[in-house]
T-cell receptor, first 114, second 113 residues
Framework: AQSVTQLGSHVSVSEGALVLLRCNYS??????LFWYVQYPNQGLQLLLK??????LVKGINGFEAEFKKSETSFHLTKPSAHMSDAAEYFC????????????FGTGTRLLVSP | EPEVTQTPSHQVTQMGQEVILRCVPI?????FYWYRQILGQKVEFLVS????????KSEIFDDQFSVERPDGSNFTLKIRSTKLEDSAMYFC???????????FGSGTQLSVL
């Protein structure tokens, strides 16, 4: 069965600092990997996805993630945090051969202080 | 960008009552999903729906749950007899035939009292 583990339920950074949100996956088949963001009182919005093409994936709002098969990781980064980045971030995995469902991690709440 | 629309945004019901959560997926999408998120927990897959039938469901999706696409635009989730533990945010999602990107609605917060 597929799963993802997000280390740290909360991450706090200062505005302008590097953002690093960690995600490790487990999958018996080549995975598709996703990062979603949830702003307060809103739905889930896709930030970026890995679908077996380039291992470094660029997404919206300056975020990027690197797929590292040897480490089974797909960490999300942003060089410089902005106050508007404060939100809940979810890593998710689905099977390469099926888009039938996403398996989500428990989420990481990003807090950005001035 | 096109949106998935969910109504109502909040629903309060008494335990044992039936509820219907409504979703309008993006118009040319063919695959439909329901997920839920219990407060403080991860987002969980409930069910996927394609070609007017369930294509996959989780163990959460028991006989108390059903889904329907009653017309060409709506996609509903019915809970026949709600339990306290059904309290959660329910998200509808849809995707097209060519892409792997799911578009999520903003959710319905269901509170069972």
């Amino acid at each position: 069965a597929q799963s993802v583990t997000q280390l740290g339920s909360h991450v706090s950074v200062s505005e302008g600092a590097l953002v690093l949100l960690r995600c490790n996956y487990s999958s018996s088949v080549p995975p598709y990997l996703f990062w979603y963001v949830q702003y307060p009182n809103q739905g889930l919005q896709l930030l970026l996805k890995y679908t077996s093409a380039a291992t470094l994936v660029k997404g919206i709002n300056g975020f990027e993630a690197e797929f590292k098969k040897s480490e089974t990781s797909f960490h999300l980064t942003k060089p410089s945090a902005h106050m508007s980045d404060a939100a809940e971030y979810f890593c998710a995995v689905s099977e390469l051969t099926s888009f039938q469902k996403l398996v989500f991690g428990t989420g990481t709440r990003l807090l950005v202080s001035p | 960008e096109p949106e998935v629309t969910q109504t109502p945004s909040h629903q309060v019901t008494q335990m044992g009552q039936e509820v219907i959560l409504r979703c309008v997926p993006i118009s040319n999408h063919l695959y439909f999903y329901w997920y839920r998120q219990i407060l403080g927990q991860k987002v969980e897959f409930l069910v996927s729906f394609y070609n007017n039938e369930i294509s996959e469901k989780s163990e959460i999706f028991d006989d108390q749950f059903s889904v329907e696409r009653p017309d060409g635009s709506n996609f509903t989730l019915k809970i026949r007899s709600t339990k306290l533990e059904d309290s959660a945010m329910y998200f509808c999602a849809s995707r097209g035939s060519q892409g792997e990107k799911l578009f999520f609605g903003s959710g319905t917060q269901l509170s069972v009292l």
